[in-house]
């Protein structure tokens, strides 16, 4: 079954990085798309960006200027999300969630890590 | 980017009725890139709807979803205790050509 297995929780002080991973199984990896989406206390989601494990495109939008980095594993079908400069209102829980190429709907969805930024 | 505001904020009613929740977008989203999720306290957004009005694999037929350019809505016909949770609608597209969300309804047991 198709299975998309996220790395634990993460505290961090303002300023650091932090790197999460998507751990993917029970399908062919190359054939969808892997977003990341987080969602801070009480917000609705937000997306971050977009790889194709394909062929390693990557897609982000304009208003994380630059701070997230999505990369990919192939030998080991995994994801992972890199989101520097943390500050306080990058507290939020973090997911990834699977797409099949142009269908722009996310049909399943990691569990969820939380990343806490604090000093 | 395209902003998308659901109605109501929350949404009280009771088990076997009937629940109506909108989803406004600042401009025309095609019909093809909106979608809706159910989330639960605790969990990840569960896929209900794509297309705008197509179930997702497993979701009943008291789902509907309905719609065209900046108004969509999902219908839950005949509540069922389970279906108490915060909806959310998404689209993909609009000049930047990224995915947004609503901000969510809260569908609550009245």
């Known amino acids: 079954q198709v299975q998309l297995v996220q790395s634990g929780a993460e505290v961090k002080k303002p300023g650091a990085s932090v790197k999460v991973s998507c751990r993917t199984s029970?399908?062919?990896?190359?054939?969808?798309?892997i977003h990341w989406v987080r969602q801070a206390p009480g917000q609705g989601p937000e997306w971050m960006g977009m790889?194709?494990?394909?062929?390693?495109?990557?897609d982000y939008p304009q208003n994380f200027h630059g701070r997230v980095t999505i990369t990919r594993d192939t030998s080991t079908s995994t994801v992972y999300m890199e989101l520097s400069s943390l500050r306080s209102d990058d507290t939020a829980v973090y997911y990834c969630?699977?797409?099949?190429?142009?269908?722009?709907?996310?049909?399943?969805w990691g569990q969820g890590s939380l990343v806490t930024v604090s000093s | 980017e395209t902003v998308l505001t659901q109605s109501p904020g929350t949404l009280s009613l009771s088990p076997g009725e009937r629940a109506t929740l909108s989803c406004r977008a600042s401009?025309?989203?095609?019909?093809?890139?909106l979608a809706w999720y159910q989330q639960k306290p605790g969990q990840a957004p569960r896929l209900l709807i794509y297309?705008?009005?197509n179930r997702a694999t497993g979701i009943p037929d008291r789902f509907s979803g309905s719609g065209s350019g900046t108004d969509f809505t999902l219908t839950i016909t005949r509540l069922e205790p389970e279906d108490f949770a915060v909806y959310y609608c998404?689209?993909?597209?609009?000049?930047?050509?990224?995915?947004?969300f609503g901000q969510g309804t809260k569908l609550e047991i009245k």
């Open positions: 297309g705008t009005s």
């Open positions: 401009q025309s989203v095609s019909s093809r890139f």
């Open positions: 029970g399908y062919m990896f190359s054939k969808y798309y």
């Open positions: 969630a699977r797409e099949l190429p142009q269908t722009c709907f996310f049909d399943f």
């Open positions: 998404q689209q993909y597209g609009g000049s930047l050509r990224m995915f947004t």
């Open positions: 790889i194709n494990p394909g062929g390693g495109g990557t």
